[in-house]
């Protein structure tokens, strides 16, 4: 096998920064749960984030397409302030909270939880790890909502006198002395115990700027990848951008196995392998971009006219939107995908092996559906075309939310995004950059790069994590995850017909009987995934 030297160091270096960023990224949300950071909250800050993106990505490329000279130095200390912002994260202590295994409680006596002392009641504020939640109380045929108290440091708890404590006693008056009720209790209430704590501000602080130069560093990475190609090889971008999936998946499985090695099945996780990872890969990227051999690229006489000149164009606008709504729906995959996952395991009982499932989950989208549709991407752009390959996502996605929505347990979602992952993520990614880069001026690659990349996983990821956030709290993961499969078949369609009736003479692409026999084929391959699914899961209810 021949080796390219010249594509040698930017395919090392995909692998080692993606490395690096696989053991911390796809837990961020659910270790910033274990802090004490509700979903409302964390929808919100993910919902911010990516507007800051929106403005740092442009304004990057803007500074790499000006400062050719020093783009390695800049790119290197980028690089290196995102890494050391993730690794500070280790030194974040846990806030002291009761862990509610389940929501829901069933057959409690009336009698059996006594009154909360008047001291007990001010405690919260306290961070003593007290907190209070409001109650539904569903007594044979009476419903009625109290305030009740929960007791335990950083340990789960169940509705007894050892754990709980009713705040107003005078509320379980409708319920008689013998009868057993149902319980479903709501999300704690939050006082200064988290939002005047170290932990919640350095969280906020360290996870908002890691999140900017993970993402920033990214669409820099994707721009210099180009320049290396050079215009007689652009959709050879796919096969330097898999190594970056391939080290992701690695070291996230890697890191989940650790994290649950290293906390011996306790509830409370310890991160600390993952942060050392992250270490470990760091240091060895920033060496391996030392070697960078950086083409002269002739650069533009006017940067922001040959770009605003580009987005005048109503051919870009439209794929502008329509990458935003990728990003949208990346979104919930990205931020919510594990903590729906973490919540159905609580329900089906597979809490303890949790971290090593979603460790598989990230192995299983990287190492699988990732490596192959990056490997081929390429191929299946210029047989497709931008328009239809475009479409093909949305069509998948609507697919892969579906089917996640429908299992039962932790490990099917497992084989879902092994095969899901590939023409959803990767093609789509591959298709919205190999675009931005066929459309982009001479030298304004970088900054083109950036205003595509701040549309998709910028303004698209902010609107989608607020959606995300809201969604999840009011009707729960499974319709959340069926409003999203619904919102990517509309977007498909709309697309289609655009493409068809007025996006198909400026976008390269092909006929649309190639398009459909290629979905048809796919749509047959997950359907007989769907039938095994089924099957199986029939045979182990009987």
């Known amino acids: ?57 442009p304004a990057f490329g803007f500074l790499v397409d000006c400062f050719h000279a020093w783009r390695k130095t800049i790119f290197i200390a980028l690089l290196a302030t995102t890494s050391s912002c993730y690794i500070c994260m280790c030194f974040l202590p846990v806030l002291p909270s009761p862990i509610l295994p389940d929501h829901n409680f069933n057959n409690i006596s009336c009698t059996s939880i006594p009154q909360c002392s008047p001291e007990d009641i001010s405690r919260p504020r306290l961070c003593t790890g007290i907190k209070n939640a409001m109650c539904q109380w569903t007594c044979m045929d009476r419903n009625f909502f109290v305030p009740v108290q929960f007791q335990g440091v950083n340990k789960e708890i169940d509705f007894s006198s050892n754990t709980t404590c009713i705040i107003d006693a005078n509320m379980t008056s409708y319920c008689s002395e013998n009868s057993n009720c149902d319980i479903t209790c709501g999300t704690f209430e939050e006082h200064n115990c988290l939002y005047g704590s170290i932990t919640f501000w350095g969280f906020i602080l360290l996870m908002s700027l890691g999140n900017i130069g993970f993402n920033v560093s990214n669409c820099i990475s994707d721009a210099i990848c180009f320049d290396i190609l050079g215009d007689d090889n652009q959709m050879g971008y796919g096969r330097q951008r898999v190594w970056g999936t391939i080290g992701f998946g690695i070291s996230a499985f890697l890191a989940g196995y650790a994290v649950d090695y290293w906390s011996n099945g306790e509830i409370i996780k310890t991160y600390t392998p993952a942060f050392l990872l992250v270490f470990v890969f760091s240091f060895i990227d920033i060496f391996c971009c030392k070697k960078l051999d950086l083409p002269m690229m002739g650069g533009s006489a006017d940067i922001l006219k040959d770009v605003f000149q580009l987005l005048k164009l109503k051919p870009i606008i439209i794929f502008l939107i329509f990458a935003t709504v990728a990003g949208i729906l990346d979104s919930f995959i990205i931020y919510f995908l594990f903590w729906y996952l973490e919540d159905l395991a609580r329900a089906t009982g597979y809490m303890g092996e949790i971290k090593l499932i979603e460790g598989l989950i990230v192995a299983a989208e990287t190492l699988g559906g990732e490596v192959i549709f990056f490997s081929m991407s390429g191929k299946i752009l210029k047989k497709l075309g931008f328009g239809y390959t475009f479409t093909f996502c949305f069509v998948c996605y609507a697919l892969r939310f579906g089917l996640i929505s429908l299992v039962s347990t932790p490990w099917w979602v497992i084989p879902i995004e092994l095969f899901m992952q590939g023409p959803t993520y990767a093609l789509c990614y591959t298709t919205i950059v190999a675009y931005a880069s066929k459309v982009a001026p001479p030298g304004t690659s970088a900054t083109v790069q950036g205003i595509v990349a701040g549309m998709d996983d910028g303004f698209g990821f902010a609107i989608g994590s607020l959606i995300s956030g809201i969604l999840y709290k009011q009707f729960g993961g499974v319709i959340t995850l069926r409003i999203y499969s619904l919102i990517a078949v509309i977007t498909a369609f709309l697309y289609l017909i655009l493409y068809l009736l007025y996006l198909k003479h400026t976008t390269p692409g092909i006929t649309i009987s190639v398009f459909i026999l290629s979905s048809i084929c796919l749509l047959l391959k997950v359907l007989l995934i769907t039938c095994r699914y089924e099957k199986e899961r029939r045979m182990e209810d009987a």
Request: glycine share 8%; aromatic share 14%; charged share 5%.
């Open 1 to 57: 096998m021949k080796i390219n030297y010249t594509q040698l160091p930017i395919k090392a270096h995909y692998f080692f920064f993606m490395a690096a960023m696989g053991p911390i990224l796809p837990f961020l949300p659910v270790y910033g749960k274990q802090l004490g950071i509700s979903v409302v909250v964390m929808g919100s800050i993910t919902a911010i984030l990516p507007i800051v993106f929106l403005i740092a990505k």
